[in-house]
């Protein structure tokens, strides 16, 4: 493995399911118990109803592109040697619309509504990353 040179995540106890989860090549999603509403990033309470009754729950990882834009300066010494680079408003099957990556494509191939999925990046032994690409 290569030394992995941009930012890695800072894994707090309120994101660690989710990347424990990503180094098992698994994408969680936060649910509420009560109302059934989904999202990410993590929150200690339902964003619809307030409730507390959370729960972790495996996404299917498949979604389109809702939004994008791609980047034609480095802004963190990491990313210098990956210019241009594409960062993406994915939107799930399940509703939520995370940010990240399209890998495995050209970025003037990427189109909104574009079909995506997770793959899984193992950056270091430690911290898998999770990115999209073309489903």
């Known amino acids: 493995m290569s030394e992995y040179k941009r930012p890695l995540p800072v894994v707090t106890e309120a994101t660690k399911p989710h990347w424990e989860a990503?180094?098992?090549?698994?994408?969680?999603?936060?649910?509420?118990?009560?109302?059934?509403h989904s999202w990410f990033p993590p929150a200690p309470n339902c964003q619809r109803c307030l409730s507390s009754n959370v729960e972790w729950v495996e996404a299917s990882g498949r979604g389109e592109v809702y939004s994008f834009i791609v980047?034609?300066?480095?802004?963190?010494?990491?990313?210098a040697?990956?210019?241009?680079?594409?960062?993406?408003?994915?939107?799930?099957?399940?509703?939520?619309?995370?940010?990240?990556?399209?890998?495995?494509?050209?970025?003037?191939?990427?189109?909104?509504?574009?079909?995506?999925e997770v793959t899984f990046d193992d950056v270091t032994e430690e911290v898998t990353i999770p990115r999209f690409k073309p489903a």
């Not at 980047?71 to 990313?79: A, E, I, K, S, T």
């Not at 990956?82 to 990427?110: C, F, H």
Request: glycine share 10%; hydrophobic share 35%.
């Open 81 to 116: 040697d990956s210019v241009p680079y594409n960062l993406a408003i994915i939107q799930l099957e399940e509703g939520v619309r995370v940010m990240n990556n399209i890998v495995g494509t050209d970025n003037d191939k990427i189109r909104v509504g574009m079909a995506v």
């Open 71 to 79: 980047y034609h300066q480095g802004w963190h010494p990491g990313f």
């Open 22 to 36: 990503a180094r098992e090549h698994k994408y969680l999603i936060q649910r509420c118990s009560d109302c059934g």
